[in-house]
């Protein structure tokens, strides 16, 4: 077996141990059915939570493409024709990783802030409920 079959044998390997049902343990938490039920303050920690750890996975994957694109700019002679895709889809890659790591930053920092105006979980009398939709809580003292 020459060198290029085993290459392309590991990283078919690696690919198949990605997907495996193991690795998306993390996955398991529904964001979205989070977002919609969350109404204490440790709601909204957990789901800041979530998307900071989201956040940190982005970044790490955006530096990785960094790297692939500052490795195909540098030595663009070894890929020969493809180095002009191959820095085009890392520079792609790294863009959307970008964005989403300051997507789900901002997302972490909107439920930061909610748990903060929120209230002790314990369900004390001062605890406050807060719209999901991004609604500050209705004073009932004012006249509407």
Known sequence: MN?????ATF?????FAAASPLAGAAE????DAAVKSAK??????????????AAKEAQVKASEQQSLLEEYES????YGRNAEDMKSRASAALRKY????????????????????????SGEPGAK????????PRDNSLPQ
């Open 75 to 78: 030595k663009g002679y070894l």
């Open 98 to 121: 970008e964005k989403a790591a300051q997507s789900s930053s901002k997302e972490a920092a909107v439920h930061r802030q909610m748990a903060a105006q929120l209230g002790d979980s």
């Open 129 to 136: 409920a807060f719209n999901v939709a991004n609604e500050p």
């Open 11 to 15: 990283s078919l390997l690696a690919v």
């Open 40 to 53: 204490t303050r440790s709601d909204h920690e957990a789901v800041a939570n979530y998307y900071e750890d």
């Open 28 to 31: 398991n938490f529904d964001i």
């Open 3 to 7: 060198l290029p079959r085993i290459v």
